[in-house]
């Protein structure tokens, strides 16, 4: 028996230690956010101004595969094609969708049959028609056989005209000047082969006709614990990463690529659920492996904004995929650990991912059942317990309040004082039973990658009460 109580309670010092080194990390990636903040914002004050084009501005695709989207595919391609950028075209790539997502578009945009070329640079499912609108000539619509989303991007990819391509997600509004600041890590660095921007959430807020006319709070408890966790990932997984070169992925709702490098590498893996996470961690160990100069990088002020789900079963299987994605996408690169060329990515970003993300599920629930057996037989004082809950939730709390904190330094996104404080509240609630549910569903999802069970992207239930006409 003592053996049994001596054991618990080295598990229970190894989670504690564990928890403090998740938040330590978390935190010390917060201060490089911060730094990288107060370079950048100074640097691009002027960028706010109205600004003319020079003609140098290189063309992009937008890519926006669409499945079952015919509630939101109307407003998101509107707020496309008012973008404020010299040279782009919109590609939609209806994958198969066997709702009103293609009627929609037929109706909406006047979409006529085009007879076209293209070159089949990625192998795709069969394409059953391509429409061009007759009032808006830099838009075109990809008609397939269901493929998935890598596949939808693949066709897009094949039939893009620029040398850049941005992928979205259809169900999203992207900011008017959006485009003009992704590209700009472009132009600055040449060897710059994708670029991520932030990805906000659209529910509570207001868009009419293509146009986030305001910026609103979600009166749903779901959507407004994302919202944290959203800032929270943005900060630490993106911008804390970003200067190192050392980030694992890029938001496939909001992401800016260099075709031609993309396609050497293959596009987008169909085979795998997290399909841009792949791609990022695949450019970063094919780039390396052969030593070709390379930045993958993330700029803040960007937005693109989303809906997320506002229902547990909804949120459950998503948090499910993205776990099973994250676990696959590292173990198909799982040449780049360690690799000798594998720089800060393969040897402080790839470590972490596995040791904080891929198996942090496990390990906190595991954690948790523990502390709770060893009370419950009393192997564990009530004081141990308390240093654990301070060590998870206490620190958890640190780590997202900080969040906020940045975020309302630098980008002040929701202009009322009750909104920040409705989220710093949020911060902390959070942390309380969401965010260890949350561990439980990707726990799931780890256990579907280990076991190879089928995986699916399921079905989005789509609210959109933040489109109006």
Known sequence: ????????????????????????????????????????????????????????????????????????????????????????????????????TLDVLMSEFSLARFPE????????????GIYRS??????????KENGGKADALNAGINLSKYGLFCSLDADSI????????????????????????????????????????????????????????????FFFGRLGWSPMNAMLIISGAFGLFQRDVVVQVGGYRTETIGEDMELVLRLHRRLRESRTPYRITFVPDPICWTEVPEDLSTLRNQRIRWQRGLCESLSLNRELLFHPQGGMVGWLAFPFAILFECLSPVIVVIGYAAILAGFA?????????????????GLGMVVSVSALLLEELSFHIYPKPAHMLGLFA???????????LNSIWRLMGF???IFRTKASWGHMTRVASWQSQ
């Open 1 to 100: 028996m003592r053996q049994a109580g001596g054991l618990i309670q080295a598990w229970e010092w190894l989670f504690i230690v564990y928890f403090v080194l998740l938040a330590a990390s978390y935190l010390l990636l917060d201060v490089i956010a911060l730094v990288s903040l107060s370079r950048y914002l100074p640097e691009h004050t002027l960028d706010r101004l109205p600004e003319g084009y020079t003609g140098f501005e290189p063309g992009i695709s937008l890519l926006a595969p669409a499945y079952n989207e015919e509630a939101t595919i109307a407003g998101s391609i509107r707020s496309l094609l008012q973008l404020t950028y010299a040279e782009y075209e919109i590609i939609v790539i209806n994958d198969g969708s066997p709702d009103r």
């Open 117 to 128: 070329v293209y070159q089949m640079r990625i192998p795709t499912k069969s394409i059953r």
């Open 134 to 143: 007759q009032h808006y000539p830099n838009l075109r619509v990809v008609d």
């Open 174 to 233: 992207v900011q008017r000047d959006s485009l003009q600041r992704i590209v700009q890590p472009f132009l600055q660095d040449p060897s710059t082969v994708a670029c991520g921007g932030t990805i906000r959430i659209a529910n509570g807020c207001e868009v009419s006709g293509g146009f986030l006319v305001k910026v609103g709070m979600p009166k749903n408890l779901l959507a407004l614990f994302q919202i944290v966790e959203y800032i929270r990932a």
């Open 377 to 393: 037989f009393s192997a564990i004082s009530i004081e141990g317990v308390i240093v654990f809950l301070l060590a998870d939730v």
């Open 426 to 436: 949020v911060a902390i609630v959070e942390n309380v039973g969401y965010r260890q």
């Open 447 to 449: 256990i579907r990658w």
